[in-house]
Every structure is written in C-alpha cells, then in structure tokens.
C-alpha cells in the first residue's frame, strides 16, 4: 500500500507546482498544515523532508517551511546524457534559445583537447537550455567541423550533437570525462542566463570519446547552482576486509 506520507508530498507538490501556493512563500504552520490535510505531524514531516531533497521546499530552522521557485533538477553523472533529457525527466519542459553557431579556428586549448593541429576548423554552438521557460543552463559544444559538414549548421538548433556526429559521420560516443568547478557567474555568463553577477554556478568541462578512445567533442557548460543536483555513483574498493 502507498505510503500516506507519499501521497501528502504529492498533494503539498502540486499546490506548488501549480501555484496555489507562491514561490518564496511560508507554509502554514505544522499544526496547521497537518489538521488540514488530515495527517500526523510525524506523516506531514517525512513528506516535507522528501519536497525538501527534490527541491520543492526550504526549511528554516526557527521560522518555517518556504515553497521554492523550482524543484531541482536531478543529473546523475553515471550516466552520459544531455540537460534536455535531464530536464524532461523532471516532468519540465525543455526548451532552447539564444542559438549561435558558428565556425572558428581551434584554440591552443581546443586543439590539445580535441587531439587536433592548433588552426583547424571547428564548429561553436552555443546554446542556453531551459526548463519550463527558465533559463538554467549555457552550454558551448566544440567539435571538429569534418565531422558535422556544412549543414549540420543549419540544423543543430535544438538537437543533440551526439545524433548529429551519429548519422553525419557513424561516430558513436563511447564515454566523456567531465571535471565540475563551482564559480560565480561573470557579467557575459550573467546575462546569457538573465541572472545576478556574481550567482553561484557549476561549471562542466567534459571530453567525449569514440570506442576508439579518440576525443571528438570538447563541451563546457555552466548550470545554475540552485537549479541541478548531481549525483553520481561511488563503487567502493572492493577489498574485503577482516
């Protein structure tokens, strides 16, 4: 049988969703809100701790419970995919804007990265990712311009680099390597995603490699610190001890 704290956090999640309870403002009191919903303060505590790890609510000791703006999106790092999937699997709808794409010569870095002759062609795209109309990512994809063609710049919008290099050039990608920074966002990254300077950001450089363990896309992203949650999974040493 479902628990009744489960389905107290979905009724509490979706005032908040919905807006029949505001960003930013205070929940009744426990006593309160327990006798309303017709629950034990012990039912009502587990769910607000469950809306709290999924980002629907702060808890403050001392002076309440607040709804958030936004539940956190959830991007577990063991797993290689894009912010779009992240999103839509948060129940948020995805969306992209502000797409630049353009055609530069590789940068020292760029080119170290990416295994190449410092000067050869690469294809920029710089994208900002949202999630139910909020901007909550900037990204910037690097790629090799041979392996996309000339009318992949036409047609990137959106999409997903890794399906381009699939069906323009049959490169699969095989693992990424990524290195997470926390930094505060600089005047250019604030008004890309239309927030304070000096917000808290996570910065995601990655590498991503072929079967043949070549690096084929450089990416760096830059997420909104109050707006993600990663997780990854830490297998343990695997000794066994006595």
């Keep these: ?17 919905s807006g029949a309870i505001l960003p930013g403002s205070r929940l009744p009191p426990e006593p309160q809100l327990a006798a309303e919903l017709g629950v034990s303060r012990a039912t009502l505590r587990e769910a607000l701790r469950s ?7 702060t808890r403050r000791r001392g002076a309440g419970t607040y709804a958030m703006h936004r539940p ?6 063991d797993v290689n995919f894009g912010v779009t999937e992240a999103i839509r699997s948060a129940g948020m709808r995805a969306g992209t804007v502000d797409v630049k794409v353009r055609v530069s010569p590789a940068s020292d870095e760029e080119a170290a990265a990416l ?28 790629v090799a311009q041979t392996l996309l063609g000339q009318d992949a710049l036409d047609v990137i919008g959106d999409g997903s680099v890794y399906d381009l290099l699939d069906s323009n050039a049959h490169v699969a990608i095989q693992h990424g390597v ?65």
């Design 178 to 242: 990524v290195s997470i920074e926390p930094i505060a966002a600089d005047r250019s990254m604030a008004r890309k995603l239309k927030i304070p300077a000096g917000s808290l950001l996570l910065y995601l450089r990655q590498i991503d490699y072929d079967r043949s363990g070549d690096p084929i896309l450089l990416s760096h992203e830059y997420h909104l610190g109050d707006a993600f949650e990663f997780t990854v999974v830490r297998r343990g040493p695997g000794r066994r001890f006595r």
């Design 72 to 77: 956190r999106l959830r991007n577990n790092l």
């Design 1 to 17: 049988m479902r628990r009744l704290s489960f389905s107290v956090r979905d009724e509490l999640a979706g005032r908040i969703t």
């Design 51 to 57: 809306l709290e790890e999924d980002g629907f609510v």
């Design 115 to 142: 295994d190449l002759a410092a000067g050869v062609p690469l294809v920029i795209v710089d994208r900002v990712r949202t999630a139910d109309e909020r901007r909550v990512v900037f990204s910037r994809d690097i």
